[in-house]
């Protein structure tokens, strides 16, 4: 810790392992934690680190890439289970020592998202104190089943908890040799995920969760030091300007929808850009498309690359999309309709909050998209008048949200 004055100056350290949507929030967050008077760095792999050091805040590496490892990442190519393992054993690897090197830079307090359990074992090893900044409510509930695993149907209470606890408590095949590894070289004792989860459980090892209560609200079941925040907010980029296509494109008709993949798209791009062509044509409806590649599609299409959802989602009739957290959110915020799209991990939970929330019609699993599926929801979506006005409610909600305040307050109550 520095002193300046009477203020202590926390070097923060946020490790953000995972894809551009597991990163993004943390810019805003980041920002936040500076605005306090913190040093502030974003660890996380580099293709996403132009999306730390647009926002001013320092980008520290962690090697390995998570898309590869996704089933969209793959292109299709079957990968036997032994070969599975071994890849995620490696990316385990690279991200343990990623994190070690990160902190080693420098770090007062770590806030970790869940894919950086790792740094867990480095802050005990460092004697620094850390705290889970998490994107998803991966923590054991009665109220929805383990949102990370393979399960979409509720349990029961029981069962749900139960299921949820084991994922905690249970090695990880792929994940179990890169932490006792990791314990080994930073001259901790060995221990189990079981004795990990028990320590962190006991401590009463603090998560505040990045989303609103208006969307999901906190589980009563949950232990204290487990607290919903409101959503962390990403940076926009300094200096960014619509493209002059896309403002063209919105000026020339009626608001049109918006549909992006997310990464489950991956190297099928093509073919889901035409799905979503074909649904949007059924549907009679204009679009903006997610495409990557900025351009014209046809006379009521336009394909984008990235722009920001603060932006561009409140000048659409209807969203839809493959329901990552900050995505969902981006989409409530905007205060329009929404269709989930989801596929895998905490999709499925966000995508059925969306329609419990009667912000849209029910979800159209990725599996199960086809351009008539696709097109009955988007239609759907723009012509159930209740749809806008229970997102503009929520809207509302949301916007006054200040998902920032209480990490800053836990940061300086932890410094």
């Not at 006792?180 to 079981?194: C, D, F, V």
């Not at 190297?267 to 009679?284: K, N």
């Not at 012509?383 to 929520?394: D, I, K, N, V």
Request: aromatic fraction near 6%; charge should be positive; charged fraction near 20%.
């Amino acid at each position: 810790m520095i002193n300046e004055g009477e203020v202590d100056v926390v070097r923060v350290l946020i490790v953000g392992v995972g894809t551009r949507g597991d990163v993004a929030p943390y810019t805003g967050l980041g920002v936040r934690l500076r605005e306090a008077g913190h040093e502030v760095a974003v660890a996380c792999h580099q293709p996403y680190a132009d999306l730390v050091t647009t926002a001013g805040l320092e980008h520290r590496d962690i090697p390995g890439d998570l898309f590869p490892l996704l089933p969209a990442g793959k292109g299709g190519a079957r990968v036997s289970p032994a070969a599975k393992l071994a890849l995620f054993a490696e990316y385990g690897r690279q991200v343990s020592g990623g994190i070690v090197r990160a902190a080693a830079a420098g770090t007062d307090v770590l806030l970790l998202n869940v894919a950086a359990s790792a740094g867990y074992h480095v802050a005990e090893a460092m004697g620094v104190p850390s705290m889970g900044v998490h994107l998803q409510p991966v923590e054991p509930t009665g109220d929805f089943p383990p949102v990370m695993s393979v399960v979409r149907r509720s349990l029961g209470r029981w069962g749900n908890r139960t299921a949820a606890r084991l994922a905690f408590a249970l090695p990880s095949p792929a994940h179990a040799g890169s932490a006792k590894e990791l314990r080994a070289a930073l001259g901790l004792p060995p221990i189990g995920s079981r004795e990990a989860y028990r320590r962190r459980e006991a401590a009463c090892w603090p998560v505040l969760h990045g989303f609103s209560p208006s969307v999901l609200p906190r589980p009563a079941d949950w232990r204290a030091g487990l607290e919903v925040t409101g959503y962390w907010w990403p940076v926009r980029p300094a200096g960014w300007r619509p493209d002059p296509r896309l403002r063209d494109f919105l000026d020339s008709g009626p608001p049109p929808v918006f549909v992006g993949f997310g990464s489950q798209a991956g190297p099928r791009a093509d073919h889901y850009t035409d799905l979503a062509l074909h649904a949007l044509r059924l549907a009679g409806l204009r679009g903006v498309l997610q495409t990557g590649v900025p351009g014209t599609l046809n006379d009521d299409v336009l394909g984008v690359a990235d722009v920001p959802h603060e932006w561009l989602f409140p000048r659409m009739a209807a969203v839809a999309h493959h329901c990552g957290s900050g995505t969902t959110g981006a989409g409530l915020r905007a205060g329009v309709p929404a269709v989930g799209l989801p596929a895998l991990a905490d999709q499925p939970l966000w995508a059925s909050r969306l329609a419990a929330l009667g912000v849209g019609p029910a979800a159209v699993p990725f599996r199960r998209l086809s351009p008539e599926r696709l097109a009955a929801a988007l239609r759907a979506a723009v012509s159930e008048p209740s749809y806008a006005r229970r997102a503009a409610e929520l809207s509302e909600r949301i916007r006054v949200e200040d998902g920032g305040a209480a990490v800053v307050a836990a940061v300086n109550s932890l410094a």
